[in-house]
């Protein structure tokens, strides 16, 4: 089955530093994969997608993320990190479930941004 | 255009109870499906409604169950409500079902606490 996971429970930056969130997926062919973003007490926002093309993803906010087959890795990029970032981040892959596709989602990384 | 709107925001009930969550989509949104989010188990599929139709469910007991109505409201409803049914269940709406890449909306949530 399809799988992604996202090996860090907890990330702590400083305010202004760069940010990578790794995401790993399990997925045969060609994934097509997300990266969302819930901040406290709300839904989820899609920051950005991939499934195809460039290999790097340019999100809303400042967000980037890379695609990398060999690595079956697909992590989220930030160049500079404002304290309005802190917020639950989840990676999620398009999974075929009874005939469809339905996104798995990976356990999620708590960014905590530090003045 | 309006979100995703969930009602009731947060609620509590006591075990043994039913509780019926709604959700409006998006305007245009034929599909809706639901999630529920505990910190034990993250982010788990339950079920996905298009054009009134369940289209896919997720591993849950028959306890939880849904409905779609014509104009792509839907309801959730679980019964015979246990301690471990406390969580945050999370609607979501987009123009088509279970294609791979499909865009997701997702509302803020209704907080169920089960005493």
């Known amino acids: 089955a399809q799988s992604v996971t996202q090996p860090d429970i907890h990330i702590t930056v400083s305010e202004g530093a760069s940010l990578e969130l790794r995401c790993n997926y399990s997925?045969?062919?060609?994934?097509?994969l997300f990266w969302y973003v819930q901040s406290p007490g709300q839904g989820l926002q899609l920051l950005l997608k991939?499934?195809?093309?460039?290999?790097l993803v340019q999100g809303i906010k400042g967000f980037e993320a890379e695609f990398k087959r060999s690595q079956s890795s697909f992590n989220l990029r930030k160049p500079s990190v404002h304290w309005s970032d802190a917020a639950e981040y989840f990676c999620?892959?398009?999974?075929?479930?009874?005939?469809?596709?339905?996104?798995?989602f990976g356990r999620g990384t708590s960014l905590i941004v530090h003045p | 255009k309006a979100g995703v709107t969930q009602t009731p925001r947060y609620l509590i009930k006591t075990r043994g109870q039913q509780v019926t969550l709604s959700c409006s989509p998006i305007s245009g949104h034929r599909s809706v499906s639901w999630y529920q989010q505990t910190p034990g188990q993250g982010l788990q599929f339950l079920f996905e409604y298009f054009s009134e139709t369940q289209r896919n469910k997720g591993n849950f007991p028959g306890r939880f169950s849904g409905r779609q109505f014509s104009n792509s409201r839907s309801e959730m409803n679980v019964s015979t409500l246990e301690l471990g049914d406390s969580a945050l269940y999370l609607c979501a709406s987009s123009l088509e079902a279970g294609t791979a890449g499909n865009t997701i909306y997702f509302g803020e949530g209704s907080w169920l606490t089960v005493v």
């Open positions: 999620a892959v398009d999974s075929i479930s009874g005939g469809s596709y339905i996104p798995t």
């Open positions: 997925y045969g062919a060609t994934p097509y």
């Open positions: 991939y499934f195809s093309g460039d290999t």
